[in-house]
């Protein structure tokens, strides 16, 4: 069972072992900050394009950003250049887009190319989205550079789960499209990666000795199934997860690298050569 701490509103705080855990995990060798944007970073918002991070949040991801032997990330099912659009992230930040099917590692990184046959399948995909969306209202379509996504949270439930449901028919065994349910979205891609896969390649580039990711959705359970011991998993909100550590909402996530940020600059300063 995750441990719990409430605050005087009711609302999830950091608890002892989370604290403890931040602490530990602080005094690593090269320290991997990897954060999912929506509904951690930032609030969900009814228009993907008005989210921003909390400044609580933005302040401290960027103050671990510029410290040594720490890198920080985005892993965001968003497309690259929305992400950079919403999350204006630090310079130095890697970011992973569209569930890893999109990276970005610095100036001169590759960017995603479809071949003809999976620009083919998108736009076939596209079209059937499309068909679907024209019929529920309340719906609507999200182009990424790999896929397509079916919004729902501006319609009623059940003409959301009918839409949902219409697309996982048609969808569903189609060769070379892939799904992912996320909270009021059904996710379509023609290429096949997830925030698992993102977590382990930024580890890996890195040179990480360890982890800490925080994330929402259900598509975050794939980043948290990757963490090794020694690393750090948080789960925002009430859902179930597997992660060994929660708190309830953003605010807390501003309130969690705070302390990280704290904790860090201590690490890293302990160990500096004395003048």
């Given at each position: 069972m995750t441990p719990e701490s409430r605050t005087g509103n009711g609302k999830l705080a950091l608890t002892p072992e989370l604290r403890e855990a931040i602490r530990t995990i602080a005094l690593t060798d090269h320290l991997l900050v990897a954060m999912d944007f929506d509904g951690t970073m930032a609030p969900i918002v009814g228009h993907a394009d008005d989210a921003r991070p909390l400044p609580r949040a933005a302040t401290a991801f960027a103050g671990?950003?510029?410290?040594?032997?720490?890198?920080?990330?985005?892993?965001?099912?968003?497309?690259?250049?929305?992400?950079?659009?919403?999350?204006?992230?630090?310079?130095?930040?890697?970011?992973?887009?569209?569930?890893?099917?999109?990276?970005?590692?610095?100036?001169?990184?590759?960017?995603?190319?479809?071949?003809?046959?999976?620009?083919?399948?998108?736009?076939?995909?596209?079209?059937?989205?499309?068909?679907i969306v024209a019929e529920a209202p309340g719906t609507m379509l999200e182009?990424?550079?790999?896929?397509?996504?079916?919004?729902?949270?501006?319609?009623?439930?059940?003409?959301?789960?009918?839409?949902?449901?219409?697309?996982?028919?048609?969808?569903?065994d189609r060769k070379g499209v892939f799904l992912k349910d996320g909270k009021r979205v059904l996710e379509t891609s023609v290429v096949n990666a997830s925030k698992g896969e993102g977590v382990t390649f930024l580890r890996q580039i890195s040179g990480a000795s360890a982890v800490l990711f925080a994330g929402d959705d259900t598509t975050d359970e794939d980043a948290l199934a990757r963490?090794?011991?020694?690393?750090?998993?948080i789960k925002v909100g009430l859902d179930f997860t597997q992660a060994q550590?929660?708190?309830?909402?953003?605010?807390?996530?501003?309130?969690?690298?705070?302390?990280l940020l704290q904790e860090r600059s201590l690490a890293v300063a302990e160990e500096a050569p004395q003048e």
């Open positions: 671990l950003a510029v410290l040594p032997r720490t890198t920080t990330a985005l892993i965001s099912g968003r497309a690259l250049a929305s992400l950079r659009n919403v999350a204006s992230p630090p310079v130095d930040t890697l970011l992973i887009g569209s569930h890893g099917a999109e990276a970005w590692l610095g100036p001169g990184s590759a960017g995603l190319t479809l071949d003809d046959e999976q620009k083919a399948l998108l736009a076939e995909v596209r079209s059937i989205l499309a068909d182009d990424k550079p790999a896929g397509v996504v079916l919004h729902t949270r501006q319609a009623p439930d059940d003409v959301a789960a009918d839409a949902v449901a219409a697309a996982r028919s048609l969808l569903q963490l090794e011991p020694g690393d750090v998993g550590y929660r708190v309830e909402a953003p605010v807390h996530v501003a309130e969690m690298l705070e302390v």
